[in-house]
């Protein structure tokens, strides 16, 4: 017994005229500021006072946020 003679047919579209959204998202971690980057390391003993500092104050900065004002007071105490 014979099968009977299968038609194929194929269609095949074309992405040429597909329109490209104009919202790129950037990858990565978006911006947190403006400013120079600078990385630290502390001691441990330099960290536990720090996160003492940080305690005492009434706004409870974060960690950066704490050594920024403490390099303002540092700068600002030698005019």
Same mark, same amino acid.
């Given at each position: 017994m014979a099968l009977p003679p299968v038609s194929t047919f194929?269609? #095949?579209k074309s992405m040429a005229g597909a329109r490209v959204s104009d919202n790129k998202k950037k990858?990565?971690?978006p911006a947190t500021g /403006?400013?120079?980057l600078i990385? /630290?390391? $502390?001691?441990?003993?330099d960290l536990i006072a720090l996160d003492a500092w940080i305690e005492v104050q009434d706004d %409870?900065? !974060?960690r950066p946020e704490a050594i920024r004002k403490i390099l303002r007071l540092? $700068? %600002? !105490? #030698? !005019?």
């Amino acid at each position: 017994m014979a099968l009977p003679p299968v038609s194929t047919f194929c269609y #095949q579209k074309s992405m040429a005229g597909a329109r490209v959204s104009d919202n790129k998202k950037k990858i990565g971690r978006p911006a947190t500021g /403006v400013g120079t980057l600078i990385g /630290v390391r $502390l001691a441990e003993t330099d960290l536990i006072a720090l996160d003492a500092w940080i305690e005492v104050q009434d706004d %409870n900065p !974060s960690r950066p946020e704490a050594i920024r004002k403490i390099l303002r007071l540092g $700068l %600002n !105490s #030698q !005019s």
